[in-house]
């Protein structure tokens, strides 16, 4: 069985986002290079993806806005240290972008999960 699944392709502002789930990890991560996010299917429960997946939308709109920055140098490679810095108006935007991106994808997302998990 395939570790990685392609569960589709979404507008997350200004590009077509493929969105992938994987099984046997948990969390999730993006590439802009690749316009892709992936979800771990291996939660516990279904608002834990919900959660990575509103976390990876909104912090892939964020990159896409110009507004998450990474301290240069960054030699131990650490994801916890990325910062963040909008005004309201950049917040609702990603928040917005988000939003349309997750309305499309969840639905799929969902299915992909109750599979992996063994059910229909």
Request: aromatic content about 12%.
């Amino acid at each position: 069985m395939a570790r990685l699944i392609r569960i589709g392709t979404y507008n997350l502002g200004i590009r077509d986002v493929a969105l992938y789930g994987e099984r046997g990890v948990s969390g999730g991560h993006f590439s802009m290079g690749d316009s892709r996010i992936t979800i771990g299917l291996n939660q516990t429960t279904w608002p834990r993806v919900v959660a990575a997946a509103v976390h990876e939308a909104v912090e892939f709109a964020c990159t896409q806005l110009n507004v998450r920055y990474a301290p240069t140098p960054d030699y131990a490679a650490d994801f916890a240290t990325y910062l963040f810095s909008m005004t309201h108006s950049q917040f609702g935007e990603a928040c917005a972008r988000a939003g349309w991106f997750l309305a499309k994808a969840l639905p799929d997302l969902k299915r992909a999960y109750k599979k992996a998990r063994g059910g229909n």
